[in-house]
């Protein structure tokens, strides 16, 4: 699944095992998605908007995963100038989900405004996880236990998928604000698509023509928010091989819509775990 996730099984309270994360074998691939405006309202949401996504998965679990992100949004804001931001993330996922490594630096027009780098191991009852973050600032810390990570993530959406399950809720850890804090999610999928994918790139693709695919919603929450609300919505088509179709990244007060303008499929060697 696509930002934090594709990003992005076991339910949190199970211990991780590889067999679980070979059940599912994900495809490594490169996707380029084109960034355009949805909705806007607010004198602080954007006019117009334009960007684009370049997203890189490869690995396996036996020898664990790498997802390389780059987002570069260009807002037209309705009071003031233009503003570019652009992140930049590395992460690599243990193939038994005992380890996760994250790197990520946010440019705004041109500048440096954060950098994180970090790791975190999960304890040897599976649940405990224990942060070290070298940037932006050294620390360490034990998180609350039941967090999964990004590709326990998406392997858990899709076996639901599968199982015809509407909704899937869990903890997740990232590495994301700053790499100090859980974020709960609830992701809802649709029934299993009927139709061929709207995006060209995807229908004419080998590698996602004729694979099952469904529609997914996932929420995003702060725990310490007052409100409750959701700080973003990523919605995306979730194909059974992991890629991410069509994309819609709700901030609240603005939408991204987001369509894959390119795609292709990275070598990968065979886990026989």
């Not at 495809?27 to 309202?41: C, F, M, P, T």
């Not at 679990?61 to 100038?81: H, P």
């Not at 869990?170 to 029934?191: A, F, H, R, W």
Request: proline share 6%; charged share 20%; net charge negative.
């Amino acid at each position: 699944m696509i930002v934090r996730l594709l990003a992005h099984g076991l339910l949190a309270g199970v211990c991780f095992t590889g067999t679980a994360y070979a059940a599912s074998p994900l495809i490594a691939h490169r996707a380029v998605y084109d960034l355009s405006l949805g909705k806007s309202q607010g004198s602080s949401a954007p006019s117009q908007a334009r960007g684009r996504i370049v997203y890189e998965f490869s690995g396996s679990a036996c020898d664990g995963y790498v997802t390389n992100f780059r987002q570069i949004t260009e807002l037209q804001m309705s009071e003031g100038g233009t503003r570019v931001s652009d992140l930049r993330s590395s992460t690599f996922e243990e193939g038994d989900g005992s380890a996760f490594r994250f790197k990520s630096d946010t440019y705004i027009d041109g500048k440096l405004i954060e950098s994180t780098d970090g790791k975190a191991q999960r304890a040897p009852d599976g649940q405990a996880v224990s942060i070290d973050i070298a940037k932006p600032a050294p620390r360490k810390a034990d998180l609350s236990p039941g967090a999964v990570f990004p590709t326990a993530q998406m392997l858990m959406v899709l076996e639901a998928a599968r199982k015809g399950e509407p909704t899937v809720e869990t903890p997740i850890y990232d590495g994301s604000d700053t790499g100090q804090k859980i974020l709960d999610t609830m992701s809802v999928v649709g029934n299993r698509a009927a139709t061929p994918p709207g995006e060209q790139v995807a229908a004419d693709s080998d590698a996602l023509r004729d694979v099952a695919r469904w529609p997914v919603s996932v929420s995003y929450f702060d725990p310490t928010k007052a409100d409750g609300s959701p700080n973003y919505v990523l919605g995306f088509d979730l194909y059974d091989n992991g890629v991410s179709g069509k994309l819609r990244i709700d901030y609240g007060s603005y939408t991204l819509n987001g369509v894959m303008s390119k795609f292709e499929t990275l070598p990968q060697k065979p886990c026989e775990r």
